[in-house]
């Protein structure tokens, strides 16, 4: 479900509209994607860390790499949400530093959980060790809120002539929930 490869020209561009029309977009992408959506990301106030989730104690099947994650009673999105998730190879995420953006966490891993940062041995190894270059605890997994986008909000448009009862894009402040598993 997340993006595989980079941007063809002008995608961004779209999205970046979209957003500024009011548009949504769920954003998926899994650690060591071969992408360059985390730079379109990290443009809107959300970055990608490279790293991928290890949580020893809270897992399933004692696979550290597929932890278990609380939903946050605290967002619309995830309030009535009252059982852990689970998300197998997922990377951490934060809250950007650009201004205009508004992003809270909505899942984050448990109180042990870190995000490893030693990939090439995480992946050709098998062996993660907690360290001072790991992103520490708590780990955030999902987040949702509000983007700064380039694209300047747009006027009403017209009706379509040829479909005048086709709905016109969304208007006003978009909105952007990102998890960092697909």
Not at 11 to 31: E, F, H, N, Q, S
Not at 93 to 121: K, M, Y
Request: hydrophobic share 40%.
């Amino acid at each position: 479900a997340g993006p595989t490869l980079p941007m063809r020209p002008g995608d961004v561009d779209k999205l970046d509209r979209y957003l500024a029309g009011g548009g949504a977009i769920l954003a998926m992408v899994d650690p060591r994607a071969n992408t360059d959506f985390g730079a379109v990301l990290s443009g809107w106030g959300v970055d990608l860390n490279d790293d991928a989730v290890v949580d020893r104690l809270q897992s399933i099947f004692g696979q550290a790499m597929s932890p278990l994650a609380v939903p946050s009673a605290n967002h619309e999105i995830t309030k009535d949400m009252n059982e852990v998730t689970m998300f197998p190879m997922a990377r951490t995420l934060a809250p950007g530093q650009v201004e205009g953006a508004n992003f809270v966490a909505i899942v984050s891993a448990g109180e042990n959980a870190w995000g490893e940062r030693d990939l090439t041995r995480l992946f050709e190894e098998g062996v993660a060790e907690r360290d001072d270059t790991d992103t520490p605890p708590p780990v955030v997994i999902g987040l949702a809120g509000t983007p700064k986008t380039s694209a300047a909000p747009q006027q009403a448009p017209a009706p379509d002539p040829v479909n005048p009862h086709e709905p016109p894009p969304p208007q006003g402040t978009g909105r952007l929930v990102v998890f960092g598993d697909a």
